[in-house]
């Protein structure tokens, strides 16, 4: 925990606008540089300055779920968004895409993407979790 | 441009092997990842490095019309990529937890699990 | 693009592997709730070893079976194939698995399951049956990478010092290791441009220029070799195999070693025969001294996790003279000897560990006695696994040892037969010691023996030995009526040596030029 006055009062600025920007990155993962994994350790990397700012325990209280447990939530939906070719008669993994209409603006969603957000979350949630067994070491 | 790649790879080799021949565990943390990155830079090479554009197929083609640059070596360097990011996160922990617990980075004088001077083992029956 | 949809049997392929990955994430959600978790992971183990037993009735009657991911023709998308080597070796371990969960309900307590036993568990078991399933070299890598991080996870429960030591070691080399394999298939990939396991295959046989193609099978020997435990590259196995809590032993010693020796046939016995054949005989010394490291290591120790763990190696050597030998018999019988081994050391390690949990820690010779009268069912359960494991008659070591013998001796290296002769003699002596000091010698004087530890879980007589009557009486069952199993395992032996069964089902239209 670093108690200088500056990096304390930035940190939680810093860390709302950095897991922005890994949503951001995911999103635009799918056919530009970006992506889940990138993402994901931008989110990570976002709550250790937290940690590192104002100590570990805020940053569990944010979360509120175990980040093991977040890791858990993504890879169920991974093997979901692969799992979804079984019922389209598609072997496992296929790209599968619909288009549907929101305001009048097209939207395509596609299980890649589904398989981009489980990745962010497995990463963030790993990473998170030994950032922050890290982290808590080093307060001892 | 293959030979210079070899020669890198080399050197990255040398240092990996010289630091992993180290007794203390952070000195082998940095040699098994700077050779995780030697391996990404021989996969790259193996996938043969050409003057090309990317593989993207234009709009109306079927097949790329020029000569496109191979797109598998990166899919595996980033595959491997992650692996080592995660076993370095993982090894980083586990030295930490190591020096903490035994007290120690050197490896030869981590002898808990398989302790010196052990009693030898009943001759007979 | 494939155009068909895949018919419903093929999803077997890869549900083994899925069912593994949602089980683990499912529970991982619900970590906390240690509750559930006992219920959630033996339904999970059991639909597992049903999966894997609908695969090998697939596989054993249709032959080959492939699905490729996302509708790419192979060898582009990643395939995974499974013939009847790693179909048999995905159900014996998924039965392994089944034994250890089970004895996990009573070994590990609360704060391990909510540390992630079982999740690790799953994880451990979809890496070890990804490697069993897949048809692609790098997709092999990963599912290595993936075993590898679990049992990481599963060797630091508890974070003893003694376990952060031999985690460190076991981590540090096998990551080298697995670097090592990743460099082989950089070089493979540079020389076929392709990983699939099938195109591989097909294109290597075609190459008269065999240099490079002698450079991969020694990276392969000396990568999968490492993580077999073949002698001078084993000295991570008898330094971190007896730190964890032992169902976590037991898993490891009944499944990554075999992972190992699974790759090593896959690689070098069915992709690069020819190189096989010109490494035969460096194979045959590691085979041998392999051997007698085993049989000596497990002579020389007193504590009975360590001396098992010299045990895994000594079946190692075995299991590497049939690679040596090849041919027909040598495979069937390193193939049958891996699944009586997956099966007998993981039952070694429950019974190492039911000892434990009677007696109470340390677990060695010069301090146990007086066992059998304490605990009749465990003492006999366990002097027929030392049989079993020794090769003795009836269980299940005598018929895959009867068939590498007879291989070598027809191969005319006799002397590799007498070697396993000879290790079988040393290895009885070595249990045998084990059982006569532990067991049967009765306990000095009834004010010396220890009083029996209060247990936090006092399980019913079902609940304790009923992972152990699982296992041993697998090895009987093997050893009483080998027939289906030695017939598996030469049909299995014969699809290794002649691939064109596999690769035609993953390219029914013949291969891509």
Redesign the interface.
């Known amino acids: 925990m670093m108690r200088t006055l500056i990096f304390r009062t930035v940190a939680p600025y810093l860390t709302s606008l950095m897991l922005v920007f890994s949503v951001f990155v995911l999103l635009r993962g799918h056919n530009a540089p970006g992506g889940g994994f990138i993402g994901g350790l931008i989110a990570a990397s976002a709550f250790a300055i937290y940690g590192i700012a104002c100590g570990v325990s805020p940053v569990r209280r944010a979360l509120r779920l175990h980040p093991t447990t977040i890791a858990g939530i993504g890879l169920l939906l991974g093997s979901v968004a692969g799992l979804i070719s079984l019922f389209d008669g598609v072997p496992f993994m296929t790209g599968l895409w619909i288009y549907p209409h929101f305001f009048g603006v097209e939207v395509p969603l596609a299980t890649v993407m589904l398989f981009d957000f489980g990745v962010y979350l497995v990463v963030t949630g790993t990473i998170t979790a030994i950032a922050l067994v890290l982290e808590e070491r080093e307060g001892e | 441009m293959e030979a210079l790649m070899a020669v890198v790879i080399g050197i990255f080799f040398a240092v990996s092997v010289y630091l992993?021949l180290s007794k203390h565990?952070i000195r082998?943390?940095l040699g098994?990842t700077i050779?995780?990155n030697a391996?990404n830079l021989?996969?790259f090479?193996?996938?043969r490095i050409v003057h090309a554009v990317p593989p993207i197929i234009g709009e109306g083609n079927d097949v790329p019309n020029r000569i496109t640059a191979n797109p598998?070596?990166q899919a595996?360097i980033?595959?491997?990529i992650?692996?080592s990011f995660?076993?370095f996160?993982?090894?980083?922990?586990?030295?930490?937890?190591?020096y903490?617990?035994?007290g120690t980075d050197d490896?030869d004088e981590?002898?808990?699990?398989?302790p010196e001077n052990?009693?030898?083992?009943?001759l007979g029956? | 693009m494939i155009m068909h949809a895949p018919p419903l049997a093929d999803w077997l392929v890869i549900a083994p592997i899925v069912l593994c990955i949602v089980v683990g994430a499912g529970l991982l959600c619900v970590r906390k709730t240690v509750a559930v978790h006992a219920a959630i992971a033996i339904a999970g183990l059991v639909l597992l070893v049903v999966l894997d037993a609908a695969l090998l009735w697939h596989v054993a009657n249709d032959g080959p079976v492939t699905m490729t991911m996302g509708r790419w023709l192979p060898p582009f998308g990643i395939s995974f194939t499974v013939d009847l080597l790693g179909a048999v070796l995905a159900l014996v371990s998924g039965i392994a698995a089944l034994a250890a969960g089970l004895f996990g309900l009573v070994d590990v307590d609360d704060s391990g399951k909510r540390y992630g036993f079982f999740p690790f568990l799953f994880l451990l078991m979809a890496g070890v049956s990804g490697s069993f399933l897949t048809g692609d070299i790098f997709n092999l890598y990963v599912w290595f990478e993936v075993l590898l991080i679990a049992s990481f996870g599963l060797l630091v429960l508890g974070s003893e010092q003694g376990q952060i030591d031999g985690a460190t070691k076991y981590a540090f080399l096998n990551l080298v290791a697995t670097t090592l394999f990743l460099i082989a298939t950089a070089y493979l990939y540079a020389i076929f441009g392709t990983l699939n396991v099938a195109d591989i295959a097909e294109k290597a046989r075609a190459m008269d220029d065999t240099a490079p193609l002698a450079t991969l099978g020694t990276l392969y020997l000396l990568a999968f070799g490492m993580k077999a435990a073949a002698f001078p590259v084993n000295f991570w196995l008898p330094a971190s195999y007896h730190t964890p809590r032992i169902v976590a032993s037991a898993l490891f010693a009944g499944m990554l070693t075999k992972v190992g020796v699974y790759a090593l046939v896959r690689t070098l016995v069915m992709l690069f025969p020819s190189e096989r054949a010109e490494l035969a005989p460096v194979i045959a010394v590691v085979a041998v001294l392999t051997m007698a490291v085993g049989a000596m290591g497990a002579l020389a120790q007193s504590d009975i996790r360590r001396l098992l763990g010299y045990v895994v190696i000594s079946g190692i050597g075995i299991m590497l003279v049939g690679v040596a030998v090849a041919g027909e018999g040598g495979i069937a019988g390193t193939v049958f000897y891996m699944a009586h081994s997956i099966v007998v050391m993981t039952a070694l390690y429950v019974a190492a560990g039911m000892a434990a949990r009677a007696v109470g820690a340390p677990l060695s010779i010069t301090d146990l006695a007086g066992l059998y009268r304490s605990h009749p069912m465990l003492s006999a359960l366990s002097l027929m696994l030392f049989l079993s494991v020794a090769g003795l008659p009836p269980f299940s070591g005598l018929w895959p040892k009867i068939m590498l013998v007879r291989s070598a001796i027809d191969a005319g290296s006799s002397w590799l037969g007498a070697a396993i002769l000879v290790n079988g003699l040393l290895t009885t002596i070595a249990v045998g010691r084990v059982w006569v000091l532990a067991y049967w010698q009765p306990a000095p004087t009834p004010g010396m023996r220890r009083e029996k530890p209060a247990l936090a879980i006092e399980p019913g007589f079902w609940t304790e030995y009923l992972p152990l009557i699982i296992l041993t009486g697998l090895s009987v069952v093997f050893g009483l009526f080998p027939e289906a199993m030695v017939s598996a395992s030469q049909q299995a032996a014969v699809g290794i040596l002649d691939p064109a069964s596999y690769i035609h089902s993953v390219f029914p239209a013949g291969a891509v030029p």
């Open positions: 992993m565990i082998i943390l098994v050779l995780g391996v021989l996969i090479t193996a996938g598998l070596p595996l980033l595959t491997a992650v692996i995660s076993f996160a993982f090894l980083l922990v586990l030295a930490f937890r190591a903490q617990e035994l490896t981590m002898r808990i699990a398989e052990e009693p030898v083992p009943p029956y």
